[in-house]
């Protein structure tokens, strides 16, 4: 087996003692890849500070040698007799192995040449050349959000409504402005900043680019009709408006998952053809929907596509206002009010999932119109910019949330929408106003044809029930309309006109109510009472307080309900891997942190408390992990920043409470961690659900603490398992390293919270006596009690340094790379038949913990029960060995 020889200059090599227990390839001779020049240097000359740059282990020039086991190596793969080299420093920058190449030495090419000359090109530099040569990093490229921002709820201007029931012309849709991004702020990197100003720069030139196509027009032929037979087979037999097709197969969905091709088949019209459909009593033929699927498996469509497609198929209906004969006046007689034109209602019990479901929608509603002919101007806009696409008809979808302008929400429902996703706070708040909006609002849902509860039983949960309550009733007959006699006790007070009040409920609404969990118990119960309901609502007095009321309020049009149920056995996805790391309460920072270095990636921490994240961001910022914090403690704004922070990087830390633990789609997240375990097997599987989303693989850490230990026998039982679940293994050479920082970083932290408040005090007294005209002697203080006293220069400076000198602690101790018990930072040599050095040329070494190999979390835990066995079999031959051995010494005593 080939053997590495270190990299390391100006070392010299001296014999390695023979304490390491790995046993080695001891054959007579063996090769080693040394840098090019370093194997042939023998002078000792330490290189100059200056002008070091630092090279990717692979642009070294190694070359293979055959080295003479005399020279070199003894059986423990020990480095002999190698003598000093020069020109490149293996020094340990921010935890991490660099190759630091001096410029005269020419050792190897600048990095950025190297790559692209070839590995082990080595040119000599010019020591007076001024050009500046650029580091060489190894660290995880930044990608670019594969996501479009949340645009702050901003709706995309399409193309002006007099136009929607035109078929497609050649003309362009008038200019508007690009939707804003609210990416996070990037980087102080001067990499970032130059990246941000190109950004800057593209968009500018793609608004520019925008106006110019809008003055120009373009001479296209009508659209054809998308072949979906041919184009998207898989989707053909369900039946959407055609143009949809179209945006499905723009966005990459080949076919559709089971929930949607199960809900899709009770839109199409050969349903009215089955017996069921036909039993049912109202004059439509499609069906109301209870909808149950595991995360990820794309709910959102399984009920946005019935909606596109009506509103697609039905002729445009104009803005309630402009079409309103005396503008806002609703004093007309109900039957001479002009039609309404918002088609659905979607309920979201948490405002960022309802901004993701308005932009899941609005993706899908531009994608169904076809894109303008490339142009250097049109290609310049990003895809969803309506200013790329074919006049046509464009739904539009708002979102109604708290945490946003009211007037701005105002607005756009002035303009007229299709479709709004509200949470139904900030809705009952835009309806209880009781204004003339507030009336056009109400007319408006009393027309829906959709009502959409998403995620059900989270709704219950939230605390809206008042809200919930009055706006379901908004969307329930009356007496006169349900042949069953059913009490309508909607508020009259509630909207200013009662004409308004009483305008009818759309008869034909249909109700779609989707979960990825809903206990076994409710369903049954559901079916059950479907004989029941079919004319005879139960009566529910008080709130809403369980899905179950919920179901009850809820007017059905639909007698029998069809429910889809597509719950995986256990609740979880089957992507999903499980585990598990059972530790002491205060030991969960330590493997927290070690799963964040050890796995670099996309993760989500769910705590419990606002107060748990507020004390681990700091902590986990010291140690300089990439985190971003999410909770409701945030303004709206904030949460929206964070989210797209998260999106955008690749290995984001995302610590959230269960704010985040519902519907939230976020593309690629790899782990989830449950620092605490949530209270309810539900609100498990929706946190675990975050990862391992639409068919990929995920995995999903638990954190136990001795007394979580029933929480989590509960959870399992619920979801019909035993305690089974694999534990993650961990190396306990490195969570000592990681303690140590974290215990030094738990330091800075309190210190700086010591110097912040000291500094708000004394600011607080100084302020006070300035007011009450008192001097305050800056030396002299207070000492008594704990009342706020004023501290001493020399106290505040002592603070200060203290802080100082902890965080330089700090920052040096991480700046120390993480080593595997059992290899050296000084001879990069071989390790348990790993070669160190294959590792870093090779890119394989893990970025920041030296001696281990890269490998995912999934792969680790694959490999665990095998890596168990080995070790219970070396454990059980040695220990046969020692009882042979002493036996043999015990004879011979004898
Ligand atoms: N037919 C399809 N083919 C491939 N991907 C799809 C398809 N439909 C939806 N997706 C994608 O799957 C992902 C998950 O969809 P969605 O958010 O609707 O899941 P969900 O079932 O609502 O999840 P949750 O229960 O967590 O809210 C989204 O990124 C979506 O774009």
């Given amino acids: 087996m080939p053997l590495n020889a270190h990299a390391a200059a100006r070392l010299r090599a001296k014999k390695r003692s023979r304490s390491s227990t790995a046993a080695q390839d001891s054959s007579s001779t063996a090769s080693a890849e040394i840098p090019r020049k370093l194997a042939t240097s023998s002078t000792t000359s330490q290189p100059k500070a200056k002008r070091l740059r630092t090279a990717a282990p692979k642009d070294l020039g190694w070359k293979s040698i055959t080295l003479p086991a005399e020279l070199g190596f003894d059986d423990d793969g020990g480095l002999l007799e190698l003598d000093e080299v020069e020109g490149v420093d293996v020094v340990y920058e921010d935890g991490r192995i660099a190759f630091k190449v001096r410029d005269d030495e020419g050792v190897a090419q600048p990095s950025s040449n190297s790559t692209k000359k070839g590995k082990g090109k080595a040119t000599e530099r010019d020591d007076d050349d001024e050009e500046e040569w650029q580091p060489v990093t190894d660290g995880p490229v930044e990608e670019e959000g594969d996501e479009p921002a949340f645009d702050d709820n901003e709706v995309l201007e399409f193309p002006p409504e007099e136009d929607a029931d035109e078929p497609s012309t050649p003309s362009v849709p008038a200019t508007t402005a690009t939707p804003p991004s609210l990416d996070g702020p990037p980087e102080p990197e001067p990499a970032a900043k130059q990246e941000k100003k190109k950004k800057a720069k593209a968009k500018k030139d793609a608004a520019k680019a925008g106006k110019q196509v809008a003055t120009e027009a373009v001479a296209l032929p009508p659209t054809k009709p998308f072949d979906a037979a041919s184009e998207l087979p898989a989707w053909a037999h369900l039946h959407i408006a055609n143009p949809l097709y179209r945006a499905l197969a723009e966005s990459g969905f080949s076919k559709p998952t089971e929930i949607q091709d199960r809900a899709l088949k009770l839109n199409s019209p050969a349903n009215a053809e089955e017996p069921h459909v036909s039993a049912f009593a109202a004059p439509h033929a499609e069906r109301d929907v209870v909808g149950i699927a595991q995360t990820g498996s794309g709910k959102t469509l399984a009920y946005g596509l019935p909606i596109l497609s009506h509103i697609l198929s039905q002729a445009p209906t104009p803005t309630p206002r402009a079409a309103s004969p005396s503008g806002s006046d609703f004093s007309d007689a109900s039957d001479e009010l002009p039609p309404t034109r918002l088609a659905a209602l979607i309920l979201c019990p948490t405002r960022e999932l309802a901004l993701q479901v308005r932009q899941a929608l609005s993706t899908v509603a531009v994608r169904t119109l076809p894109l303008l002919p490339s142009s250097p101007e049109t290609d310049k806009l990003a895809p969803e910019d309506p200013r790329r696409r074919q006049k046509g008809r464009l739904v539009q979808v708002v979102a109604l949330t708290g945490g946003m302008s009211v007037d701005k929400q105002k607005r756009q429902l002035e303009k007229g929408v299709d479709i709004i996703v509200a949470t139904p706070g900030r809705l009952w708040d835009l309806i209880g106003e009781a204004s003339t909006h507030s009336d056009l609002l109400v007319r408006e849902i009393k027309g829906i044809k959709f009502l959409v509860i998403d995620e059900a039983d989270r709704m219950i949960e939230n605390g809206h029930f008042a809200e919930?309550?009055?706006?379901?009733?908004?969307?329930?007959?009356?007496?006169?309309?349900?042949?069953?006699?059913?009490?309508?006790?909607?508020?009259?007070?509630?909207?200013?006109?009662?004409?308004?009040?009483?305008?009818?409920?759309?008869?034909?609404?249909?109700?779609?109510?989707?979960s990825a969990t809903m206990s076994k118990e409710l369903q049954t119960n559901l079916k059950r009472k479907g004989g029941q309901r079919k004319f005879v609502p139960r009566a529910v007095e008080g709130d809403i307080t369980s899905l179950d009321d919920l179901l009850d309020k809820l007017d059905f049009r639909d007698p029998d309900p069809e429910i889809i149920d597509l719950s995986p056995e256990h609740g979880l996805v089957e992507t999903l891997k499980e585990c598990k790391v059972e530790c002491l309460q205060n030991e969960k920072d330590i493997h927290l942190y070690h799963f964040l270095v050890r796995y670099p990636a996309r993760t989500i921490v769910f705590l419990a408390s606002i107060d748990g994240i507020r004390r681990l961001h700091p902590l986990l910022e010291l140690l300089k992990v990439n985190v971003i914090p999410l909770h409701s403690g945030m303004q709206q704004r904030q949460r929206l920043k964070a989210l797209d922070k998260f999106k955008s990087s690749t290995d984001g830390v995302l610590l959230a409470t269960d704010v985040a633990a519902r519907g939230l789609d976020i593309p690629a997240v790899s782990h989830v961690v449950h620092y605490q375990l949530p209270r309810s097997a539900d609100t498990y599987v929706h946190r675990s659900g975050r990862t391992a989303r639409a068919g990929t693989a995920g995995l999903a850490l638990q954190l136990v603490a001795p007394e979580e230990k029933k929480v989590q026998r509960m959870i399992m039982a619920s979801l019909g398992r035993a305690d089974d679940l694999p534990s993650l293994p961990a190396d306990f050479s490195i969570l000592d390293?990681?303690?140590?920082?974290?215990?030094?970083?738990?330091?800075?932290?309190?210190?700086?919270?010591?110097?912040?408040?000291?500094?708000?005090?004394?600011?607080?007294?100084?302020?006070?006596?300035?007011?009450?005209?008192?001097?305050?002697?800056?030396?002299?203080?207070?000492?008594?009690?704990?009342?706020?006293?004023?501290?001493?220069?020399k106290e505040r400076s002592k603070l200060a340094y203290q802080n100082r000198a902890l965080r330089q602690q700090l920052d040096d101790l991480l700046r120390k790379p993480l080593m595997v018990r059992g290899i050296s930072a000084k001879y990069l040599t071989t390790r348990n038949k790993v070669g160190l050095v294959d590792q870093l040329v090779g890119g394989t070494s893990h970025n920041k913990i030296f001696g281990l190999d890269q490998s995912s979390a999934l792969e680790d835990l694959a490999r665990a029960p095998r890596e168990k066995k080995k070790a219970q079999k070396k454990l059980a031959d040695q220990r046969a060995a020692d009882k042979v051995g002493s036996e043999a010494e015990s004879d011979g005593s004898a």
């Fill in 468 to 514: 919930l309550d009055n706006i379901v009733r908004l969307t329930r007959r009356t007496p006169e309309q349900a042949a069953n006699g059913y009490v309508d006790d909607f508020d009259a007070s509630i909207t200013s006109r009662s004409n308004v009040n009483q305008l009818p409920a759309r008869p034909d609404m249909r109700t779609f109510v989707f």
């Fill in 737 to 793: 390293q990681l303690k140590r920082r974290i215990e030094l970083a738990k330091q800075v932290d309190q210190a700086h919270h010591k110097l912040q408040k000291q500094t708000h005090d004394d600011k607080w007294l100084r302020e006070t006596a300035l007011a009450m005209e008192v001097d305050l002697d800056d030396d002299t203080y207070d000492s008594d009690g704990d009342a706020p006293r004023a501290s001493s220069k």
